[in-house]
């Protein structure tokens, strides 16, 4: 008897021990993140401890830099190796079918991902004050003048040839999207250094985009150039379609952040543009019933197709921002609230985190979808973070939490970066961390806005770094998409790049700008 229920109590132990073990398991994936981590150090401070070691580290690698410098690759494998087109890594290998578009274009580097790569350089200089990105931002800026820009037809090549640089696509094929993203670097690189060498090129560019692209009878901005028909356009990707990007990423990459700064008569011209296209995007785009943003509407009325937490944040988010600049209270009130529902369904409670989105079962029902994509996330804390500048408490209901997850899960800790999609709950990672639409720019973006709110929630100073001429260092100063006052501003020479490889920066000042109030 005794022999029995001793064998019955080891039963009866290791039974117990599993069900702990898996419920701890259970605690550990599900439970917010808040809950089991505590910090000593400000929110502000680990944005930048989060830029030093996680960041760029990865853009700091030698592969990333290009032959010649500023000629940056597209496509890398996880560890930050160049990718062999004819014998690509796992990361690339193991994607199936539907990854095409990336796996058919290995042999190419994309105007798109080197546009992006000089906007990471350049926040990179914006929140440390290193040369070295400022000049690697250069290098990437000086490269698309002198290769990506389409002088003959205008515009800018989608890619070229890596080996032969052959350009392509043809006028017809170039996305308005595309275009875009190829005036994001040179956007953000004016903003730090007024570069009036530049402002030619950038108001060129934005001007055959909107004659290009712009149909003022619909009011909007078209997918694909405004005179293709769709008996002309074999390829569906590029039938003409309302397009919520045709719209929206143009206000993202670069209206917004240049508007308030250009010089007359541009600047009211795209105050107007920027105007229009969030006007365009309310009427056209958005649903009342389902607090979200048509992705596009095919063959202009057929059809709609839904989008993600990523896009529609992004849309509220940016005419939320335009409001502001217009103090245009309609435009803040739509967008706060309609980004607060949208918040707060994004948001699992049991976990702590964001969902990527909605998807939909065979029955049509509407499941969250709670895979971790990298920029839809990002996009998200991005949301929460300006929100707070109003209301501080989305810190504690949302920050605390989503932004400790993200530095522990989606930054990879041996080769650095960040992931670009982990699957929930088993946190599989999915797909490449860097090709033609993977680079830095959303990272290095939430680590920006990331700290800006987080000081600025704390009652610190933002301290930022911009880079000036002599005599123009107060020009057109402000804290990216936000306002503030300055309250102090140092000069001092640009520190020397020892790397000859690199663009020199003498004739630039290095600006310090400390900003408070916030908004």
């Known amino acids: 008897m005794l022999k029995k229920f001793r064998k019955n109590k080891f039963a009866f132990s290791l039974i117990t021990s599993l069900i702990i073990l898996i419920l701890c398991c259970f605690y550990t994936v599900f439970q917010p993140i808040l809950a089991q981590q505590n910090t000593e150090i400000t929110m502000g401070q680990q944005w930048l401890q989060h830029l030093e070691e996680d960041l760029n580290p990865w853009w700091l690698m030698e592969t990333a830099y290009g032959k010649p410098v500023g000629n940056f690759p597209s496509f890398r494998c996880d560890n930050g190796d160049l990718v062999n087109p004819s014998k690509p890594c796992s990361a690339f290998t193991k994607l199936g079918d539907n990854y095409g578009y990336i796996t058919n274009n290995l042999d190419k580097n994309y105007i798109v991902s080197q546009s992006r790569q000089v906007y990471t350089y350049c926040v990179a200089y914006h929140l440390s004050g290193n040369p070295k990105f400022l000049s690697l931002a250069k290098a990437g800026i000086d490269w698309i003048r002198n290769y990506g820009l389409d002088r003959e037809n205008g515009g800018a090549f989608s890619y070229l040839k890596r080996e032969s640089r052959q350009s392509g696509p ?42 290009t692209y712009y149909d003022p009878k619909l009011e909007m901005m078209m997918w694909v150039p405004k005179q293709v028909k769709n008996e002309n356009v074999t390829n569906n ?157 989305y810190v504690d209901k949302y920050l605390k939490s989503t932004v400790n997850w993200w530095l522990k899960n989606m930054v990879d800790h041996t080769n650095h970066g960040v992931w670009n999609l982990l699957t929930w709950p088993t946190l599989e990672k999915q797909l490449p961390k860097q090709y033609h639409w993977k680079n830095g720019f959303h990272s290095h973006e939430h680590a920006l806005v990331g700290y800006i709110t987080s000081q600025a929630n704390q009652g610190e100073k933002v301290k930022l770094y911009f880079a000036r001429k002599k005599g123009k260092e107060k020009e057109n100063i402000k804290p990216y998409y936000y306002t503030g006052e300055i309250v102090d501003i140092n000069r001092s020479p640009m520190p020397s790049i020892t790397d000859s490889n690199l663009p020199s920066l003498s004739d630039l000042n290095r600006v310090i700008v400390s900003f408070t109030g916030i908004k």
């Open 237 to 393: 990707w590029l039938k003409q379609k309302k397009h919520l990007l045709s719209q929206l990423d143009h206000i993202y990459t670069y209206m917004l952040i240049l508007a308030p700064i250009l010089p007359e008569p541009y600047q009211s011209e795209w105050k107007q543009d920027l105007l229009n296209l969030s006007s365009s995007i309310i009427n056209e785009f958005y649903s009342p019933e389902y607090n979200t943003f048509w992705m596009e509407i095919n063959n202009i009325g057929e059809g709609k197709l839904p989008t993600d937490y990523g896009h529609s944040m992004k849309a509220f988010w940016m005419i939320y921002l335009t409001g502001k600049l217009f103090n245009n209270q309609r435009f803040i009130d739509f967008a706060q609230i309609g980004a607060s529902r949208m918040l707060e369904e994004a948001y699992d409670v049991e976990s702590g985190l964001w969902g990527r989105g909605i998807s939909f079962d065979e029955n049509d029902k509407g499941v969250r979808d709670l895979d971790k994509k990298w920029w839809v996330y990002a996009e998200l804390d991005q949301m929460a973070g300006t929100l707070s500048l109003e209301d501080s408490s």
């Open 170 to 211: 043809s006028v017809l094929k170039r996305t308005s999207q595309e275009l875009a993203y190829a005036l994001q670097g040179m956007a953000f690189y004016y903003y730090l250094t007024q570069d009036q060498e530049l402002l030619p090129e950038i108001i060129q560019l934005k001007n055959f985009i909107f004659e």
